[in-house]
């Protein structure tokens, strides 16, 4: 029995630390609070059982006393248990709390420091927290105080101190910390600044002075979770603002995808700055027992070209031959076609090597490409609903083959809360797909009378385009089939440079 103390940082999930990824791979249970962004709970394993106890300013659903409770309860249950909590959880965290409680009920654990947003809301924001030429110190101060209490902060001293002052938890105290340091003697014309939802998608920066910033941010409607920063270096913040400058800051894309299947896009698009929902609305499951198969591979010598239109034909191509207590040298001297670079690397994390990948990654050009290179008898191992081009272009050929389900798409999965009504309401700008199947799943999971229209369809392929063609859905298709074009796709239709 265990308890991880997990620092989940500002709310970037490229900034939770590696370590502390580790242990939400492993965790049986993981207990997390609100302050923990969707992007980083995405990481939590399925397998895993989530505990909310969201606790907010002033608000505290799930009380301190009860959430020891539970972190007693489910390590002595023998369950490897993460609590995962924002920011840096020994910085205004109570983390120290919650590991006491531990430490004198005799349960181990281990704590994982997390990147505190006093100095990466503040980054993303353009403001280095120091700067020979504007501070050499930097005081963190909790903005939050007991329910009913007044501010306990020395305001005189850290006047004196002459350093960048970060405030954490301090939208509301906003009026009380600007006055407590103009009382104690700062200038009114100190640079200060406010990071809203630092290091996330909707990040806004409010820029001022002492003597503007409470008027500044009531104009803007700053709410918490916000940063306060006042000092010299908020002057640089225009200059060195790099985040609020990505391509596609202030974008929210739902990105439909297989189950597992997503990491790389999403990653692609969150590293140009956009807010990323994911939605695996299709998950495949291999045709096995397959005697269909066994038997083509059994005889595999008969065969010039096997071809694959997928990872997961590969994945139940792979799982049948080691069922067959066969290996890749059963495959002798046939040769290998991919339908794309994603599915040819599926391939070569088996040692095998894809001897076709046509130029343009879709069934029609595949089928052209098998047509042009094969003499002999082709397998293909592919979907249950496999696309009629790739057949057709070998019959069109005369090109001898066997046409074998190896897999099924099963379409809808669990759609994140309100999709129907966030897609209704335009909630989101575009929507990707990455093939035919991810817009059946979006629609069997939305249903058929959704409304498509309020959104731009973002498609891998042309035989993708005119599958959300026939739901309505407004499409721009990607001018190569690969994950990297469809993110660059979606930079130009925001008006960047890809």
Request: with cysteine; proline share 5%.
């Amino acid at each position: 029995m265990k308890v991880t103390l997990v620092g989940a940082g500002p709310g970037d999930p490229g900034l939770l630390t590696v370590k502390g990824r580790r242990a939400l791979e492993r965790a049986d249970v993981v207990v997390y609070d609100r302050l923990v962004s969707p992007a980083v709970l995405e990481l939590i394993p399925a397998s895993a059982r989530r505990i909310d106890v969201g606790k907010e300013a002033s608000h505290h659903p799930v009380p301190q006393e009860r959430i020891n409770q539970i972190l007693l309860e489910e390590a002595q249950a023998g369950h490897s248990v993460v609590r995962l909590k924002g920011g840096d959880p020994f910085v205004f965290g109570r983390g120290g709390e919650e590991l006491l409680a531990l430490a004198r009920a005799g349960v181990d654990f281990e704590e994982i420091p997390g990147v505190t947003s006093a100095v990466a809301a503040a980054a993303y924001g353009g403001i280095p927290v120091t700067h020979r030429d504007f501070a050499s110190s930097l005081h963190i101060i909790t903005g939050h105080a007991r329910e009913g209490a007044a501010l306990e902060i020395n305001f005189e001293a850290l006047v004196r101190a002459g350093g960048t002052l970060a405030f954490l938890m301090g939208v509301t105290a906003l009026p009380a910390i600007v006055q407590g340091l103009l009382d104690a003697g700062m200038d009114r014309d100190t640079p200060a600044a406010m990071v809203e939802r630092g290091t996330l998608p909707g990040q806004r920066r409010c820029l001022g002075t002492l003597g503007t910033l409470r008027e500044r941010a009531a104009d803007m409607g700053i709410r918490s979770p916000a940063l306060i920063i006042v000092g010299g270096v908020c002057s640089l913040a225009e200059e060195l603002c790099w985040f609020e400058r990505l391509p596609l800051h202030g974008k929210r894309i739902l990105v439909t995808r297989p189950a597992g299947r997503g990491g790389t896009l999403s990653e692609k698009l969150r590293d140009r700055g956009a807010e990323v929902v994911e939605f695996p609305c299709v998950r495949t499951e291999p045709v096995l027992p397959c005697p269909e198969m066994e038997r083509a591979l059994e005889c595999a010598g008969g065969y010039e070209w096997l071809g694959f239109t997928s990872a997961a034909g590969v994945e139940a191509f792979w799982q049948c031959l080691r069922g067959m207590g066969k290996d890749a040298r059963a495959l002798g001297g046939v040769k290998l076609a991919a339908i794309g670079a994603g599915t040819g690397r599926a391939l070569e994390e088996r040692g095998l090597h894809p001897d076709l990948i046509p130029a343009v990654y879709d069934a029609s050009h595949m089928g052209r490409a098998l047509a042009e290179a094969a003499g002999g008898k082709v397998l293909l191992l592919r979907a249950e609903e496999g696309s009629p081009a790739l057949t057709e272009a070998l019959e069109a050929a005369g090109v001898s083959f066997d046409d074998i389900a190896a897999y099924r798409t099963i379409y809808g999965g669990s759609p994140p809360d309100g999709l129907r009504e966030q897609l209704t309401a335009g909630c989101f700008d575009y929507v990707t797909f990455t093939s035919a199947s991810t817009v059946r799943g979006l629609v069997s999971a939305v249903g058929e009378d959704g409304d498509f229209s309020r959104f731009l369809g973002l498609c891998i392929g042309e035989q993708t385009a005119g599958e959300a063609g026939k739901y309505g859905i407004s499409v721009r298709v990607a001018e190569r089939a690969s994950i990297d074009a469809l993110a660059e796709l979606a930079v130009r239709e925001s008006g960047g440079e890809p």
